[in-house]
């Protein structure tokens, strides 16, 4: 089992552009989420979704959308990026018994 | 807002000190709590969890944490640290009762001198 995979593993955007981090798990587990980790920050969570069709809004939403249709993929869309957006971001699932799993993350650079 | 707060923000110990990092969170309802841990390079992995029952929670590695519900706090403890902890540590609670998010302090790192 791979676990939960994220691509790309580094990307570089312009401001503006817009792209999609894919996030893929096969552990078969209904909660996903995303989070950001920014240095001093922590992990702060952007969207997650207890299910296939579901998603709702975590602490810092904006400048991103999510889409959940199905189980194993739960991509992270930046509709127009921001410096601001410059980050590590994390996707997870989560098991009946709490414990999220963490993907490798995705470097992201806004220039 | 939910919130969870770590005090301490850099700690740096000598090999064999005991180690306590601080964890307290905002919600007063039913909670699940949890300790992750980040090595260099490396993604989070779970530490140790806390549901219910037993206010202390044995982890792996030989960390523990109790659970005090009258402070509404989760410390991390080890009783004699190792180069090999130096990591970046992160509290997290899921208030599953008020929604279904798992909140992450903004994390303590720790830096173990040889």
């Known amino acids: 089992n791979a676990g939960v995979t994220q691509t790309p593993k580094f990307q570089v955007l312009k401001t503006g552009q817009s792209m999609t981090l894919q996030c893929a798990q096969d552990m078969n587990h209904e909660y996903m989420s995303w989070y950001r980790q920014d240095p001093g920050m922590g992990l702060r969570l952007i969207h997650y979704s207890v299910g296939a069709g579901i998603t709702d809004q975590g602490e810092v939403p904006n400048g991103y959308n999510v889409s959940r249709s199905t189980t194993e993929d739960f991509p992270l869309r930046l509709l127009s990026a921001a410096p601001s957006q410059t980050s590590v971001y994390f996707c997870a699932c989560r098991g009946a018994s709490y414990e999220q799993y963490f993907g490798p993350g995705t470097r992201l650079t806004v220039t | 807002a939910q919130s969870v707060s770590q005090h301490n923000h850099h700690v740096i110990l000598s090999e064999a000190a005991s180690l306590e990092l601080g964890c307290n969170y905002s919600?007063?309802?039913?909670?699940?709590l949890f300790w992750y841990v980040q090595y260099p390079g490396q993604h989070l992995q779970l530490l140790l969890k806390y549901f219910s029952g037993d206010p202390l929670v044995k982890g792996i590695k030989g960390f523990e944490a109790e659970f005090i519900k009258s402070k509404f706090s989760f410390n991390l403890r080890k009783p004699s640290v190792q180069w090999s902890d130096t990591a970046e540590y992160f509290c997290?609670?899921?208030?599953?009762?008020?929604?279904?998010?798992?909140?992450f302090g903004k994390g303590t790192r720790l830096h173990i001198l040889p």
């Open positions: 997290a609670v899921n208030q599953f009762e008020r929604d279904d998010k798992i909140i």
């Open positions: 919600y007063g309802g039913t909670v699940n």
